[in-house]
């Protein structure tokens, strides 16, 4: 059974950075059938994509965000990461790893837990 | 950029009644659209894909519909669980990965 597990500060102040893990366990993150990413939630609103990466490395970005984030991915370890620099309070929000499945038409088949992340000082 | 608009954005049911969500793309995405069910503090989860494929484990009471630029969640009878904030996604246009704005399902 697959489960991906979101780790990092749950507080972080203006103007630093944003960094959290996801560690996937129960299955190989160096599968060709899936990719693997960030959705975040701010406090009574959606789902906004942040951004993804194969385990070839290849990231795609929001575009609102782009300036600002870096996913990359740790095979060795079977995890990937978010930083997200120069952080505001419109950063607060829920942040969910991900697993997309193209195999069902770039579906998400698997989600992480969710993790509030609260930018204040 | 595809837009993905939902419809309602909330609804007002009660047990029994079915209940129809509409979810439009701003251009046509085929059938690469995806159902998520998300109650309140929990991750989403994945209902339908492939715009009518049911996920595995998910109640038959769900079904999924459309192709093109228009699509359509359906319960057919709702149960207690089902109270929820429903959302689209679309996976053909990629990058970006967008989700339409949700639609809460409310108890009348």
């Known amino acids: 059974q697959l489960q991906l597990q979101e780790s990092g500060p749950g507080l972080v102040k203006p103007s630093e950075t944003l960094s959290l893990i996801c560690t996937v366990s129960?299955?190989?993150?160096?599968?060709?059938?899936?990719?693997w990413g960030w959705i975040r939630q701010p406090p009574g609103e959606g789902l906004e994509w942040i951004g993804t990466v194969y385990y070839s490395g290849t990231t795609y970005y929001n575009t609102s965000l782009k300036s600002r984030v870096n996913i990359s991915v740790d095979t060795s370890k079977n995890l990937f990461s978010l930083n997200l620099n120069s952080v505001t309070a419109a950063d607060t929000a829920v942040y969910f790893c991900?697993?997309?499945?193209?195999?069902?038409?770039?579906?998400?088949?698997?989600w992480g837990q969710g993790t509030l992340v609260t930018v204040s000082s | 950029d595809i837009q993905m608009t939902q419809s309602p954005s909330s609804v007002s049911a009660s047990v029994g009644d079915r209940v129809t969500i509409t979810c439009r793309a701003s251009?046509?995405?085929?059938?690469?659209l995806a159902w998520y069910q998300q109650r309140p503090g929990m991750a989403p989860k994945l209902l339908i894909y492939?715009?009518?494929t049911l996920h595995s484990g998910v109640p038959s009471r769900f079904s999924g519909s459309g192709s093109g630029t228009d699509f359509t969640l359906t319960i057919s009878s709702l149960q207690p669980e089902d109270f929820a904030t429903y959302y689209c996604?679309?996976?053909?246009?990629?990058?970006?990965?967008?989700f339409g704005g949700g639609t809460k399902v409310e108890v009348k």
């Open positions: 129960g299955g190989s993150i160096t599968s060709s059938s899936y990719f």
């Open positions: 492939g715009a009518s």
């Open positions: 991900a697993r997309w499945n193209r195999l069902m038409a770039t579906a998400i088949d698997s």
């Open positions: 996604q679309q996976g053909n246009s990629f990058p970006p990965l967008t």
């Open positions: 251009q046509g995405i085929s059938n690469w």
